[in-house]
């Protein structure tokens, strides 16, 4: 148990559906982040929240769309998705923003037919 | 182009032996960050070294870090068949946005 719980662990979907993935943290942290790590690339930032408040978008395509009701959860909707935008998902929380450590969950593994 | 690139992308040992895996970056910092990815899992933060830090020890970790050269290294000694991992850089690029930027890793291979 890492603390960061992420679901669905595996989701296949076309490029026409829309789903959602759910990240939660019962850790008490105040920032919240989704990367993207793709084979043979290194991880790759696409959000950040601080207190619930979107603080980076690292110019991510808009068929990602976060979410972040409260500082405990953490949502990526997705819809019309591309083949090359099949990989691990991972989420993390961490105390507060700043490059303090981050705690990952163990991601959503996502493939685009 | 990335901030942290790790060196070298593969490493294969005997279980005993030492394994040092280096990372360099681009821009100041005010951390660094080494952290393991086992195969089909989160990443799992192992150490934070400052940048008025020089070396920094965890357990069986041993974490250097060369500011001048802007570079890191970390040296598993005595290694064992359960470290076999990818190891991964991050630094924070001296920003306070919580914005890591991670290199792409050392696949660590440790026989039994």
């Known amino acids: 148990e890492t603390g960061v719980t992420q679901t669905p662990r595996h989701l296949v979907m076309g490029m026409t559906n829309k789903k959602s993935l759910k990240c939660e943290q019962h850790l008490g942290h105040n920032a919240m982040y989704w990367y993207k790590q793709s084979a043979k690339k290194p991880l790759e930032l696409m959000f950040v929240y601080n207190f619930k408040e979107q603080t980076e978008n690292n110019s991510v395509p808009s068929r990602f769309s976060p979410e972040c009701p409260n500082s405990s959860h953490l949502f990526l909707h997705l819809h019309t998705l591309q083949p090359e935008d099949s990989a691990l998902y991972l989420c993390?929380?961490?105390?507060?923003?700043?490059?303090?450590?981050?705690?990952f969950g163990n991601g959503t593994r996502l493939t685009v037919t | 182009s990335q901030q942290g690139e790790e060196d070298p992308q593969a490493l294969s040992i005997q279980e005993g032996e030492n394994a040092t895996m280096n990372c360099s970056y681009k821009?100041?910092?005010?951390?660094l960050q080494w952290y393991r990815q086992n195969s089909g899992r989160g990443l799992v933060h192992l150490i934070l070294i400052r940048s008025n830090e020089r070396e920094k020890h965890s357990g069986r970790l041993r974490v250097t870090l060369d500011t001048s050269k802007k570079s890191s290294s970390l040296l598993i000694t005595a290694s064992r068949a359960a470290d076999t991992a990818s190891y991964f850089c991050?630094?924070?690029?001296?920003?306070?946005?919580?914005?890591?930027?991670f290199g792409q890793g050392t696949t660590l291979q440790v026989k039994p």
């Open positions: 993390a929380s961490s105390p507060r923003g700043g490059g303090s450590p981050l705690h």
């Open positions: 821009t100041s910092i005010n951390n």
């Open positions: 991050a630094t924070d690029g001296s920003s306070n946005t919580g914005k890591l930027i």
